[in-house]
Nanobody
């Protein structure tokens, strides 16, 4: 059974950093494109960053201005999101997502709160 488990969320002060991890199991991880999405309270879920199955190509939401970086380790079935210079508006539940040919898996989400 396919499973995605996020970790690494928490409370951080503005300007701080967090590194999210998403551990995958139950499916051929290295053949799936992966992405991170977030959903703030009262708002729609939005794409934050994506990475191809090989890790060669990444894409980011324009609003991030280079503050976040997505990466993956196919040997460890894990995708990461390094978040720097965090702002209060980055507060949201962050979700890991796997996609291949229309087959989708979602994680349960991890809360990130940016506040002083």
């Amino acid at each position: 059974q396919a499973q995605l488990v996020e970790s690494g969320g928490g409370l951080v002060q503005p300007g701080g950093s967090l590194r999210l991890s998403c551990a995958a199991s139950g499916f051929p991880f290295s053949t799936y494109a992966m992405s991170w999405h977030r959903q703030a309270s009262g708002k729609e879920r939005e794409l934050v960053a994506s990475i191809t199955s090989t890790g060669r190509t990444t894409n980011y939401a324009d609003s991030l201005n280079g503050r976040f970086a997505i990466s993956r380790d196919n040997a460890k079935n894990t995708v990461f999101l390094q978040m720097n210079e965090l702002k209060p508006e980055d507060t949201a539940v962050y979700y890991c997502h796997a996609d291949r040919w229309g087959i989708h898996f979602w994680g349960q989400g991890t809360q990130v709160t940016v506040s002083s």
